[in-house]
């Protein structure tokens, strides 16, 4: 059984003799960003398993399957077994959130995925995904943070819009914008998931970070709801 990781299009096969580490200056070397751990990740072999284990001190990272079946947060000293096929990693590090995808051969276990219920397509009002109810313009401003990583083919980086440019990206104030990304925020965090709030009553300062890990984990959105933004304005 063997383990690969890709990212930007290079791939990088983990030795079962050593750890693969993943870093500002590792094997995998994702980016000369100072936020960014010099050592963040390690894929490392043990007791028969394939392992993702987190050796930073302070950074977190989201780890999925592809099917949005499976999501966890890995916490620094945390680690999780590679037991499915495919996972995709995202975290943030200052300004730049990244991503990048482990590909497991040979795995224990496969993802099943069971029928979904699906929107009538006349439907109208809340979207549901998973647990959390989302009226269509709170899924909007969710794809408007997500834009650049649902058009992106390949794993890598990406820059989540400021609240300004996401605001005029969709014809918004910011006012309204900040309002509505306060409700998903509230939603999504009352679900159960963790790290969109700083404390009680106080939201987390890397919110959207942590909201975009979330959407593209658990495929809340995905390239289909990009139909949903309006024309980009053109340039120049």
């Not at 383990?3 to 070397?29: H, M, Q, S, W």
């Not at 609240?163 to 925020?185: E, I, M, Q, Y």
């Not at 939603?187 to 009553?201: F, N, Q, S, V, Y």
């Not at 106080?202 to 890990?213: D, G, I, Q, W, Y």
């Amino acid at each position: 059984m063997g383990v690969t990781v890709e990212f930007c299009g290079e791939e990088f096969a983990a030795p079962e003799d050593r750890p693969l580490t993943i870093g500002r200056v590792a094997d995998v070397e994702i980016d000369d960003n100072p936020y960014l751990h010099r050592v963040f990740l390690q894929v490392h072999h043990e007791h028969g398993l394939w392992w993702l284990t987190n050796v930073g001190s302070t950074l977190t990272a989201t780890v999925a399957d592809t099917k949005g079946l499976f999501q966890a947060w890995l916490s620094p000293g945390a680690r999780i077994p590679l037991a499915l096929e495919a996972f995709t990693v995202w975290f943030t590090a200052g300004p730049t959130t990244y991503d990048f995808d482990i590909l497991v051969e040979d795995t224990p276990f496969v993802s099943v995925e069971t029928a979904a219920d699906l929107e009538p397509e006349d439907s109208a009002g809340q979207t549901t995904v998973g647990r959390v109810s989302m009226t269509p313009d709170q899924k909007l401003l969710v794809v408007a943070l997500c834009e650049s990583f649902l058009r992106t083919t390949y794993a890598g980086g990406g820059q989540i819009p400021s609240s300004a440019d996401a605001a005029a990206r969709l014809g918004w104030t910011v006012t309204k914008f900040n309002r509505k990304l306060d409700n998903v925020c509230q939603k999504i965090a009352d679900a159960g998931t963790r790290g969109l709030h700083g404390g009680p009553g106080k939201l987390a300062s890397n919110r959207k970070a942590r909201l975009v890990e979330h959407a593209l984990s658990t495929r809340m959105v995905t390239e289909a709801d990009l139909a949903m933004l309006p024309e980009a304005a053109p340039r120049g």
